[in-house]
């Protein structure tokens, strides 16, 4: 009996205990959400750092911009309100990347086109020489070979020896050991 | 001073000048008495360097003398400077370091013109090129940057001092190795350029300029990374790379150049990239001009960029012109550049190399895309945009893994095609190993699905775990194939096999401290900070270590005043160590600096910053940062160094040996050098 007094007694309790984990996480979600939104925007000064991490000594905006942060966090405003006030205030570049909006997303965009297209260019070169005859079957090496014509069938020892001399070049060459 | 300061670089001008004209006529007109014309260019570029040397001397007794009748020393130095540094105002300036530019220039252009009888013409091509970036370079010195313009109007008792972030041990080699890297590309972009306009046959000249390319691409490499270190140790934000114009702009080329390192071996042994390296040494040519172009012009905001001035205008109008001179000669003669060899499978070491080129040069697109874009954006939208960490992370980290697995696979690709089972022998263990890395990782508690930068640690740490396996699996292999031929250990057996073909072993431990270097990357996303007001006997936690706030104290000298506090370092009950972050207050610049202390271990780095003082309460503030790994991207680094030492070793004469097996065989064979293949 006493463990369900107990029991009931706890259960009472849990009202509670779970008002001050709601505040708790409430807490913890503004102190997130300002590192969040605070390694989104850089420090105007001209420092070139992030938010957060601006450490200059007497820096004019930092201290400033990171209170007007806080405040807005600890007021409710949606994580794009607080960036367009932001923006509204700062300008543009308070943002430490550009936007996915408008002329802005061409920024992201690029790269990874130009990724396209380079593996579409080098597999499509590939497909090129794979298909093209060598201009050249002789070894390149040296300044000596570039124009040299292919293998000839027959002809005297010479001319043998010079080929068996240009195919174990091109053999050290090509197999490194 | 001022006045010999000036006359010596006039005359440096008129001997590069000389001999760029003169050169540029014997290399034209190909009559009698046009060798001995080239001669006196040649002896009048030797000369040069005499000149500018002795403007770089002047400026620098200039600085031990605190000159201030020169406005250059005024502005950069103070009486009670520091030795060292006054020796760095040198490049602690836009005049001073645009000299430093010109007498490194001169200085490899020294060494080339002293070794012109390897091939004359060709050296008498590079000569040419290498006068005229020259001449451009002393016409800036001149006329529109001068190191020697005198202080106007009563000359100060005492100058304004260096910057404080400059006042740093690594400044005094930091720019050095970024300017020899910089500078030293323009002598392979010689050769190139040299070679092109003479249609110069086959591939000696890239023989010729392996060396340089190689030594110069070692500098750069020891000038960014000594840069990250310099930011890391100095601006106390806790990181070492920040993706600032500047440091992009010594990163491009760098990456550029390390494609130019790799295609460059398609050309030697295949007689394949030739158009495509010619333009690749002109980009990293082009893009250290380039990177110069950003920082003196003030065209891209940074917090590293010099005063912003006239000189952007120079630069730009030179990056015209040596753009059109190339693209003219490439015109003109690029027939000469056809293949010889075509492409016999894509699972190659040619196709790796394709897929390596391409990926070193769009990671250079996307930097110079990203430094450049806050420009277009003001250009086509009049708006600026910021381009910061968080772009480059996201575009270039997915580049870089690929670019880690590529370190591993290709230089296990054979020439030509690789068969499947030389891809299991070779890539089974390592594999295996890299495999194995990764689910330790996970087991002790890296959970990938939990962020992306953890997955991306996680593939990032078991690619370097396959790069690192891969290149000791062929250390092995090789090694034990000497030992079962010559009877030595497996130690000496390797040393040996190094010995046999340098570039190769050598460029295998560079890959090896790319491995490092991104097991000391891979530790960002576990960075951790805490920050706290901390007055005498406060304790701040961060992970394992406890900080205790002993004391404050004050410290001054000539040159600036120090705020130090000593905080304890508690690992659970045991003190180990006392570390001191400064804050300084410079007396003649009259600047305030943060100097961090830094207690590094190969596990991860404590790193507490002085802040100040809270303007509302009058406390102190200490940061401290707790970041894993980070001394392992400055051991890669010495690794990469040495691997690069290693590559330039000359290699052994080849052994020679009768083919035995082939005579038991019955055919009579010559003997035949075997190894040295590169």
């Not at chain 2, 070679?195 to 000696?204: N, Q, S, T, V």
């Not at chain 2, 015109?331 to 293949?339: D, E, P």
């Not at chain 2, 499947?420 to 890296?446: C, D, T, Y």
């Amino acid at each position: 009996m006493q463990f369900l007094s107990l029991h009931a007694r706890g259960l009472d309790l849990i009202p509670a205990l779970l008002l001050g984990v709601l505040l708790l996480l409430g807490a913890g979600d503004d102190s997130a959400r300002i590192d969040r939104l605070g390694h989104q925007m850089m420090c105007v000064c001209g420092c070139n750092q992030i938010l957060l991490e601006c450490n200059h000594v007497g820096c004019s905006y930092s201290t400033r911009m990171r209170d007007e942060l806080t405040a807005a966090v600890t007021r409710g405003d949606s994580d794009n309100g607080v960036l367009q006030w932001f923006i509204q205030t700062y300008g543009t570049t308070v943002l430490t990347v550009p936007t996915n909006r408008g002329f802005d997303r061409i920024a992201w965009i690029m790269p990874y086109f130009a990724l396209v297209m380079g593996i579409g260019t080098v597999v499509l070169i590939a497909g090129v020489w794979r298909k093209r005859p060598p201009v050249s079957s002789g070894p390149s090496s040296g300044g000596s070979s570039s124009g040299t014509s292919g293998p000839r069938s027959g002809g005297s020892s010479s001319s043998s020896d010079s080929q068996l001399h240009r195919f174990r070049e091109q053999a050290r060459r090509e197999t490194e050991l | 001073m001022a006045e010999l300061g000036s006359f010596v670089l006039l005359l440096a001008l008129a001997l590069s000048g000389y001999s760029f004209l003169a050169g540029l006529v014997a290399l034209i007109h190909k009559q009698p008495g046009s060798e001995r014309l080239s001669e006196t260019a040649r002896r009048a570029g030797i000369a040069s360097f005499g000149a500018v040397f002795l403007g770089a001397v002047v400026l620098v007794t200039a600085a031990l003398r605190n000159d201030f009748s020169i406005s250059y020393i005024l502005h950069h130095s103070n009486r009670d400077l520091p030795l060292p540094y006054k020796f760095a105002t040198l490049w602690s300036g836009q005049e001073g370091s645009l000299l430093f530019w010109s007498l490194l220039l001169s200085g490899y252009g020294l060494v080339l013109r002293l070794r012109h009888k390897t091939d004359v013409r060709l050296f008498a091509h590079a000569s040419v090129v290498i006068a005229a970036v020259q001449v451009f370079f002393l016409l800036l010195l001149n006329f529109a940057a001068k190191p020697f313009a005198v202080t106007q109007g009563a000359i100060p008792t005492d100058g304004n001092g260096l910057n404080p972030l400059l006042q740093y041990p690594e400044m005094v080699i930091h720019p050095p190795m970024l300017y020899l890297g910089y500078v030293g590309f323009t002598v392979p972009f010689a050769f190139a350029l040299g070679a092109l306009a003479m249609k110069y046959p086959g591939e000696k000249w890239i023989h010729i300029t392996r060396r340089w390319t190689m030594v110069t691409w070692g500098f750069l490499t020891c000038g960014v990374f000594l840069g990250a270190h310099w930011a890391y140790s100095v601006l106390g934000w806790g990181g070492y790379w920040g993706w600032d114009p500047v440091e992009n702009a010594s990163l491009m080329p760098w990456l550029t150049g390390t494609a130019f390192l790799h295609s460059v071996m398609m050309q030697e042994k295949r007689g394949m990239l030739k158009t495509w390296n010619m333009w690749l040494v002109f980009g990293t040519f082009w893009l250290a001009i380039l990177g110069t172009f950003l920082t003196r012009s003030g065209i891209i905001s940074s917090v590293h960029a010099f005063a912003q001035s006239s000189i952007g205008d120079w630069f730009a109008w030179f990056l015209v012109i040596s753009l059109s001179v190339f693209t003219f000669f490439f015109v003109k003669n690029r027939s000469h550049l056809r293949s010889e060899h075509k492409l016999e499978s894509l699972i190659s070491r040619e196709s790796s190399f394709l897929f390596n080129n391409l990926l070193f040069v769009l990671a250079c697109f996307t930097v110079l895309w990203g430094t450049w874009f806050p420009k277009i954006s003001e250009l086509v939208q009049n708006r600026k945009v910021t381009v910061g960490a968080a772009f480059y992370n996201k575009v270039t980290i997915p580049v870089a893994l690929l670019l880690l697995l590529l370190t591993a696979v290709g230089p296990l690709l054979a020439w030509r095609k690789t068969s499947f089972e030389s891809l299991k022998r070779n890539f089974l263990w390592p594999s295996l190993g890299a495999l194995a890395v990764g689910i330790a990782l996970v087991v002790l508690g890296v959970k990938p699905w939990n962020d992306v930068s953890y997955f991306y640690a996680l593939i990032a740490a078991m690619l370097a775990a396959l790069v690192a396996f891969t290149v000791i699996s062929e250390f092995i292999r090789g090694g034990r194939v000497i030992s079962r031929h010559t009877g030595q250990n497996l130690g000496a057996a390797m040393v040996h096999l190094w010995h046999r073909n340098t570039r190769r072993y050598g460029g295998y431990v560079v890959h090896f401290g790319v491995a490092l270097v991104f097991i000391g990357i891979l530790g960002t996303p576990f960075n951790r900070e805490a920050e706290k007001e901390m007055a005498f006997g406060d304790k701040m936690a961060l992970g394992p270590y406890t900080l205790l706030c002993r004391s404050y104290t004050q410290e001054e000298n000539g040159n600036y005043s120090s705020d130090l506090a000593i905080i304890e370092i508690f690992n659970g009950n045991r003190q180990i160590d006392t570390l001191y972050p400064e804050s300084r207050f410079y007396l003649a610049s009259q600047q305030q600096q943060h100097v961090p202390a830094i207690r590094s271990n190969l596990k991860e780095d404590l790193y507490v910053v002085y802040e100040g003082q809270n303007q509302d309460t009058g406390r102190p503030i200490i940061k401290a940062h707790l970041n894993p790994m980070v001394s392992w991207i400055w051991i890669g680094l010495l690794v990469m160094v040495f691997g690069t030492v290693l590559s330039l070793v000359p290699n052994s004469a080849p052994i020679r040996a009768t083919a035995r097996d082939s005579v038991e065989a019955g055919v009579h064979v010559r003997p035949a050098p075997v190894g040295a293949g590169d």
